[in-house]
């Protein structure tokens, strides 16, 4: 099979950096169905492959220490399942770059004009939330979120050949943006719970649609809290390329 593939991954709106040109011809894997994500890649020029990641996304937000490296060991275990299931269904089709990523919303985070540290302040919990379970999970989060601060965090991860075990290679960061929601009246909480668009979102709102209407501002990254770090990503590739001998050389 050709491995000529920069047409289909590469778009004419790239930038011509190094990183892209080093991508040209190489099969970019994007491990997601988010359509989101997809249509941050086509931002920057890419257009990856979809396929999806089968992992069971299981593990234990408590058996970290950090909770901002629970989406990030999520990323590389979706990018890993992806990574290694390519390669034994087609060795000569094998990916050139796999990409993850995981989303979370943590409640109450410490907003960056506060002096005052939460873990000094026990009264004040962190809630992990992921995708509502149904309409009323998601106005129950909208109502923890509601006048408060929120952080949305998000692991990316790579991977890619090279040739020592496992095989491949992995890379990973976070990125991490606050989002501060107006005080909103109940009834507009329930009515965005009742439209359904935040069943779907980690936090239970988009922030890109008619969830804005709930946020009064975003601090850091706009398009994490959509879903994928473009910045930090295009970034990560350029140091990969620069400091990574291993990086797409096979």
Known sequence: ??????????????????AIKKLAGKRIVLASNSPRRRDI???????????PSTFEENLSPASFADIH??????ASHKAVEVYERLVAEDPDNAPDLVIA????VLTHAQPSTSQTDYTLLPSVGQELLEKPKDKADNLRMLMDLNGQVCEVVTGVTLAYPILTAPGYGIHSIDERSLVYFADNPQHFLQAYADSGEGLDRAGGFAVQGMGGVLVRKVEGDYQNVVGFPMASFFKLLDVLVEEDDDFLEM
Do not use: F, K, Q, W
């Open 1 to 18: 099979m050709s491995r000529d593939l920069s047409s289909r991954h590469i778009l004419p709106n790239a930038l011509p950096v190094p």
């Open 69 to 74: 490296e629970y989406p990030v060991a999520t």
């Open 101 to 104: 990523a995981d989303t979370v």
């Open 41 to 51: 890649l086509r931002t920057i020029g890419l257009a990856p492959d979809i396929i």
